[in-house]
């Protein structure tokens, strides 16, 4: 029970009010993929390094650093 209240009250404190990174579109028109980042404790949707795979390796990251969706093959 104190577990799930730590969890939600970081969801209300840190997560919810950067929302606005969900609105984040790519060059391709796609919605940014967003990560949980377990040493801030923070969602993001950025990248560190342009061309390479991000979020487990569904997106590429952008020279803007943002990790987008790879487009439909």
């Known amino acids: 029970m104190f577990l799930s209240s730590c969890v939600l ?4 404190t840190y997560i919810v009010p950067n929302k606005s990174d969900y ?11 967003w990560t949980f980042d377990v040493n801030t404790l923070r969602m993001s949707t950025g ?3 342009p061309r390479q795979l991000c979020n487990n390796k569904i ?12 487009a439909l093959k």
Not at 23 to 33: E, I, K, M, S, V
């Open 9 to 12: 009250f970081l969801l209300l």
């Open 23 to 33: 609105a984040l579109q790519c060059p391709n028109g796609r919605q940014a993929l």
């Open 47 to 49: 990248c560190s390094t």
């Open 59 to 70: 997106g590429i990251c952008t020279d803007q650093n943002l990790c987008c969706p790879r």
